[in-house]
């Protein structure tokens, strides 16, 4: 009898125990729309709520460069000015205890999660809790802010890397992991193109990948590295500079649509964020006929409905005088559903 129970016993102990790991992660149901906490982060630490009001101070933080959240926690990547390694989770610095062989100056360009593991960005390695993975060959790499995604436990990094052939010029790469390290790969160009960027990744269903950034000087996509060149209706930018006349900053997905951020030069100094979905352009412009220039920060999808994070400079007309302002706009599918003025929020989260 007691051979029978044991037979019985252990395959529902070895079910429970499988069932718990594969849903480690708290199931979140979606919100409706009315019910959805929201935080901004600035670059210094800051962290607001919709209305402007501050939550909480980052201790000890130098600078952000983003923020995500995992049910009810969030998670920050930036630097401390305590010279350590780690990020902070639910406003509480954690220090990861990684053993560097040449210590440098530490400072996140992005962060990721999947099961119990961190994932940060910070070059030249991505740190996957205390453990070290080199980026293979990245003396001229330069990741992109927000550069690193996570799908099921499968992290990509991108940026771009400089090289000398056909000509001197940066051109877009991707690292994936490989046997303890990281290894990069060149994203396609178009025939006759020498130059590009990888600006924003994002990973899913484990094996897939979107891309955006630009190819010589047209915004682009890669998804699962086929290249997309996106429509810009402007052909201008600011010539000394070599600019682009359109980027992608910011990727994600919904259902089976690719969303694309980023912004298009609609003169030789001003920009104007711009998404791109399914190929098909909106610009996203708060401040009417007092706009100037706006740019993409940040990127999330939530259930069915997009969000973006946008930064605008407009001018204000006092009556006697005008002046330019700063705003923090966060839009839902297109609308704007909050601002706020001279924060330079960074990074959003919605949950």
């Known amino acids: 009898m007691r051979r029978f129970l044991y037979y019985i016993i252990l395959p529902i102990c070895l079910i429970s ?31 607001y709520n919709l209305n402007g009001e501050v939550i909480t101070t980052l201790s000890n933080c130098q600078s952000v460069s983003q923020i995500i959240v995992e049910g009810n926690d969030y998670f920050v990547s930036g630097s401390s000015s305590k010279d350590r390694v780690g ?93 303890g390290a990281y290894v990069s790969e060149r994203l396609p160009l178009p025939e006759g193109v020498t130059r590009g960027d990888a600006l924003a990744v994002y990973g899913y269903d484990r094996n897939h990948v979107i891309v955006g950034g630009y190819v010589g000087n047209e915004p682009a996509l890669w998804i699962d590295n086929q290249l997309q060149v996106l429509p810009c209706t402007h052909s201008t930018a600011m010539s000394s500079d070599d600019l682009p006349y359109g980027s992608v900053s910011a990727v994600t997905r919904i259902g089976d ?60 007309d006092n009556g006697e005088y005008s002046y330019p302002a700063l705003s923090s706009v966060l839009w839902m599918n297109g609308t704007v559903l909050g601002k706020i003025l001279y924060k330079g929020m960074v990074s959003f989260a919605v949950y």
Not at 33 to 45: A, H, Q, T
């Open 257 to 316: 649509r690719i969303y694309a951020a980023g912004t298009e030069y609609y003169d030789e100094e001003n920009q104007v964020a711009t998404v791109w979905c399914d190929g098909v352009q909106q610009y996203l412009k708060a401040s009417g006929d007092d706009f100037v220039s706006s740019e993409v920060m940040d990127i999330q999808a939530y259930g069915s409905d997009l969000y973006v994070l946008t930064l605008e400079y407009s001018m204000i």
């Open 17 to 47: 125990m499988f069932s718990s790991c594969k849903n480690d992660e708290p199931d979140n149901p979606i919100k409706p729309v009315g019910e959805r906490d929201i935080m901004l982060v600035n670059g210094i630490g800051d962290i």
């Open 87 to 179: 990020y902070w989770k639910n406003g509480k610095w954690n220090t990861l205890h990684v053993d560097f062989i040449e210590d440098v100056e530490h400072w996140a360009a992005g962060i990721g999660k999947w099961d119990y593991y961190i994932y940060l960005l910070d070059y030249p390695n991505v740190l996957k809790n205390s453990g070290i993975f080199p980026l293979r060959d990245a003396e001229n790499f330069i990741a992109a802010r927000h550069g690193i995604s996570v799908s099921e436990g499968v992290c990509h990094v991108v940026g771009s890397d400089l090289v000398e052939t056909p000509v001197h010029a940066r051109v877009p790469v991707i690292y994936s992991e490989h046997k």
